[in-house]
């Protein structure tokens, strides 16, 4: 399976500003995903990035708040914007290889 | 709308007990069946299940897939304290590549 990392791993930040998250892959794969853990939850998908083209969101996400590039086949990036305290939580990049994903690291996000 | 099951939320066992996690899922066109294990951040990929693959193994975890009934158990036997995790249960339909997932089961094995 690809081998994922993330960065940051963990960070603090202040409300109102935004965070980028890199999500980089050690080989091309056409699926990437960003995914959101909010404290005590599960995971709940945000939105699937294909080279080439915008995102695709789910619902309850939007664009302006969760902006995602998606330059090149082993590589994304999420950007939470103008956080909230409710922006708190693991923020994980996956890759699907067949009906398969594999999960990057993930990035522990507090909003203060 | 789609919705994946899992149970009990939370099983503390003792060193050597066999477990048995639960799945129920209602999903439209349903595709495969995956289960993954937690430890602080990343989910670790176990098994997928798909109509094609309804029993899978390995080492001292077993899964099996009823799609007819609609569920998927997870078995751990002889549990060592570090199978300690949040496991999961996600569900891919055949529409897209979108996971649906349960909420877990916390397991602690206690020495």
């Known amino acids: 399976s690809a081998v994922i990392s993330q960065k940051p791993s963990r960070d603090i930040c202040q409300r109102g500003t935004s965070l980028t998250i890199q999500c980089q892959v050690d080989?091309?794969?056409?699926?990437m995903f960003w995914y959101r853990q909010q404290p005590g939850q599960s995971l709940t998908l945000i939105a699937t990035?294909?080279?080439?083209?915008?995102?695709?969101?789910e619902s309850g996400f939007v664009i302006d708040k969760f902006p995602i590039s998606r330059p090149n086949l082993t590589f994304s990036t999420l950007t939470v914007s103008n956080m909230s305290p409710e922006d708190s939580s693991i923020y994980l990049c996956?890759?699907?290889?067949?009906?398969?994903?594999?999960f990057g690291p993930g990035t522990r996000l507090t909003v203060l | 709308e789609d919705k994946v099951v899992q149970s009990p939320l939370s099983l503390v066992v003792h060193e050597g007990d066999t477990v048995t996690l639960n799945c129920s899922y209602e999903?439209?066109?349903?595709?495969?069946l995956l289960w993954y294990k937690q430890e602080k951040k990343a989910p670790t990929f176990l098994f997928m299940l798909t109509s094609s693959g309804i029993e899978k193994k390995s080492g001292r975890l077993s899964s099996i897939l009823d799609k007819k009934e609609l569920f998927s158990i997870l078995n751990i036997t002889a549990t060592q304290t570090g199978d300690s995790a949040v496991y999961l249960c996600a569900v891919g339909a055949a529409s897209g590549y979108a996971l649906n997932f349960g909420k877990g089961t916390s397991l602690l094995v206690t020495p």
């Open positions: 990035a294909n080279q080439g083209s915008e995102a695709t969101y």
């Open positions: 999903v439209t066109n349903f595709r495969s």
């Open positions: 080989s091309q794969v056409t699926m």
């Open positions: 996956s890759v699907g290889e067949t009906d398969t994903q594999y």
